[in-house]
């Protein structure tokens, strides 16, 4: 094999702070990767943070990872690397889902690209408009909330999801229903910030109307979130604690999840992100694509896996400008039916803007296989 790898960390300014139950992003730190090999690259970007603050991984120990572990063991392989012979060399490694689905998605974007298919194509599915939704960090106060809320409307978004965290939950859903209405569909995500202690004050959500709560509890809090999803009250959606496909089954057979939340680079890529929307399908638990503020790479490929029957909900995949005001590929914006729709070309569909690329980049390592 003769590949080379470019591990690159990028800081990219965010036009307004995101702030969640764990911390406020100011400048989204991310690590975004490219494979080249037969003359032909591929682009991913993961969803880790500096710090382990959303998943177990984070920047440093994916790079580690990718380096000391992932790049080792696919040297051997003979030929051009393939998606699957990647995930064969890589069975025996438990966790680093992160790391993994860093390398096998660039990689897939590049055996795509190699083949001239488009991802939609690979995935057996079709291209169309899909609708997507707004996540709404937490503000100051009341005020800011709304308005930034009426604008989100007036862009054209159809579905409002509103980061809650204790002492910030029912006050400002009361407030957007009572602003916005009770047609407009309308979800919250704790990101881990309540224990099953609080399942009393939960509850009072259910009055709302909510489409669902996302992981209200910690990761590890099956039981607890089985216990919430029990009362038939507002839907429960995990997301921090589908790490795999193996998670994604267990939560469906102890009633953990009326709806997954996928997110392909927490899962470990797209491939495994396919096999979770197939389990859910078969299952009848609804899906919807979540979104780490991607850029324009991450942001095509979760488009793409939106065209999925399964993702029924709109995800968690909003314009270029509710990011960014300067992105490393083509901007994205909504239509006038509030929809996004992926690229056509092969791959994840991307051109990447080198440029852009390199004025973003903080830190940069290529290693040659
Ligand atoms: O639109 O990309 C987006 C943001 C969606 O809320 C969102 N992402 O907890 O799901 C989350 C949150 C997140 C952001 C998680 C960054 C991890 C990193």
Known sequence: MSATVTLRRLAMPLVRPFRTSKGEETVRDVLVASWTEDGVTG????????????FPEYIDGVRGAIEQVLLPLVAGVSGVLTTGALRRSFAGVPGNQLARGLLETAVLDAELRRHQMPFVDFLCSVRRPIRVGVSVGIPGDLDTLLAWVAGYLEDGYRRVKLKIAPGWDLAPVRAVREAFGDDLPLQVDANQAYTPADIPLLSRLDEFGLVLIEQPFARH?????????????????????????????????????DVINIKPSRVGGYVTARQIHDVCLANG????????????????????LATLPGFTLPGDISATSRYYAADIGPSFELDADGCLTPPSGPGFGVEVDLDAVDEFTVESTTLSL
């Open 43 to 54: 682009w991913a970007e993961s969803a880790a943070d500096a710090e382990p603050i959303y």
């Open 221 to 257: 809090e099956l039981l607890g979130h089985a216990k919430l999803a029990a009362r038939h009250g507002t839907p429960v959606c995990l997301d921090e604690s589908v790490l795999s496909l193996d998670d994604a089954m267990t939560a469906i057979r102890l009633g953990a999840a």
């Open 285 to 304: 638990v609804p899906v919807f694509c979540g979104g780490t503020l991607e850029t324009a790479v991450g942001r095509a490929a979760n488009l793409a």
